[in-house]
């Protein structure tokens, strides 16, 4: 299994995520504030077919890395699904239950991640280091 650190993790479930076309996707470090996870990806699909296709999506982007395979929870309510890599949990919502639990305000002192600028500097030190 490759070693990858935790951020690119989170950076490449968004990608993999958006790829799917997933909506208002969040990145949190909620290192210090959560003893499950160092990182949430929070992310809206707007029906079961979707919320499933995106949890797909992101497995298949993670096998293909060689990736272990998650704890996966919830798919069968169509509402939330949960994918928890260990140290990256990811929540894949509908809109109705993004709104209700609203977990960037439960995990309000955590930090936003701009995981695509993350993902683009990940990616440039990969081809640097190739190129030394």
Same mark, same amino acid.
């Not at 890395?65 to 919830?74: A, H, I, S, T």
């Given at each position: 299994m490759p070693v990858m650190d935790t951020m690119r993790r989170a950076a490449l479930a968004a990608s993999f995520a958006a790829d799917k076309k997933a909506q208002d996707i969040v990145v949190l470090d909620v290192q210090g504030l959560c003893n499950f996870a160092d990182v949430f990806v929070l992310c809206t699909g707007t029906n079961r077919v979707q919320l499933n296709a995106i949890s797909d999506g992101i497995q298949?982007?993670? =096998?293909?890395?060689?990736? =272990?395979?998650? &704890?996966?929870? %919830?798919?069968?309510? %169509?509402?939330? @699904? &949960? #994918?928890?890599? %260990?140290?990256?949990?990811?929540?894949?919502?509908?809109?109705? /239950?993004?709104?209700?639990? !609203? #977990?960037?305000? #439960?995990?309000?002192? /955590?930090?936003? &991640?701009?995981?695509? $600028?993350?993902? /683009?500097? @990940?990616? /440039?030190? @990969? &081809?640097? @280091?190739? !190129? $030394?």
């Open positions: 298949r982007g993670f =096998k293909q890395l060689r990736m =272990k395979n998650p &704890v996966d929870e %919830g798919r069968r309510n %169509g509402n939330w @699904a &949960v #994918l928890d890599y %260990g140290d990256v949990v990811v929540h894949i919502m509908s809109e109705e /239950a993004r709104s209700f639990y !609203r #977990l960037e305000r #439960l995990w309000g002192d /955590a930090v936003e &991640v701009d995981w695509e $600028s993350h993902l /683009a500097e @990940a990616d /440039a030190e @990969a &081809v640097s @280091a190739r !190129r $030394s």
